[in-house]
């Protein structure tokens, strides 16, 4: 314990529900760069991923724990998590992803709207949110949302 609270280095497991009053926050991941270049989304650097630089091609993120654990075994069945991307847009719409891998397997997405993005936004951000949800071992039902938000 400290003078402020509670400190916790490494994972926390709460069984019987989590209670928060006041702020609950978390940190983001910044990337000097885009995302067709930067694919793999390691989770250890947290769940929102902000890539700073134009996007203008297509990409297909990967998704895992981090380079040296597979996001297979930090999770469990039953287990659901919730990763969001988010990129900067070109004019042209060329950059967007259609697909995604977890541990660099080929995932069936499931899009709200029912189809896959065939462009991205033309203006501002494109923000991509991953609902990940762990059905079997290295199975997943994957949601996904993506938002065109324009300048």
């Known amino acids: 314990t400290t003078n402020d609270g509670v400190a916790i280095t490494g994972i926390a497991t709460v069984t019987q529900g989590l209670n928060t009053d006041g702020l609950l926050s978390e940190k983001f991941n910044t990337t000097a760069g885009k995302l067709s270049d930067n694919t793999n989304i390691d989770l250890e650097d947290g769940m929102v991923h902000y890539f700073s630089t134009q996007e203008t091609t297509t990409s297909t993120p990967n998704?895992?724990?981090?380079?040296?654990?597979?996001?297979?075994?930090?999770?469990?069945?039953?287990?659901?998590?919730?990763?969001?991307?988010?990129?900067?847009?070109?004019?042209?719409?060329?950059?967007?992803?259609?697909?995604?891998?977890?541990?660099?397997?080929?995932?069936?997405?499931?899009?709200?709207?029912?189809?896959?993005p065939s462009e991205g936004g033309s203006d501002g951000l494109d923000i991509y949110t991953y609902n990940i949800l762990k059905t079997g071992n290295g199975a997943y039902q994957v949601i996904v949302n993506v938002v065109n938000a324009s300048n």
């Not at 930090?74 to 998590?81: F, H, Q, R, T």
């Open 63 to 116: 998704i895992r724990y981090s380079s040296s654990k597979t996001l297979n075994n930090m999770l469990s069945v039953g287990d659901a998590i919730t990763v969001t991307i988010i990129t900067v847009a070109d004019a042209a719409g060329a950059g967007y992803s259609a697909n995604m891998t977890i541990d660099g397997s080929a995932q069936t997405e499931e899009w709200v709207g029912g189809s896959a």
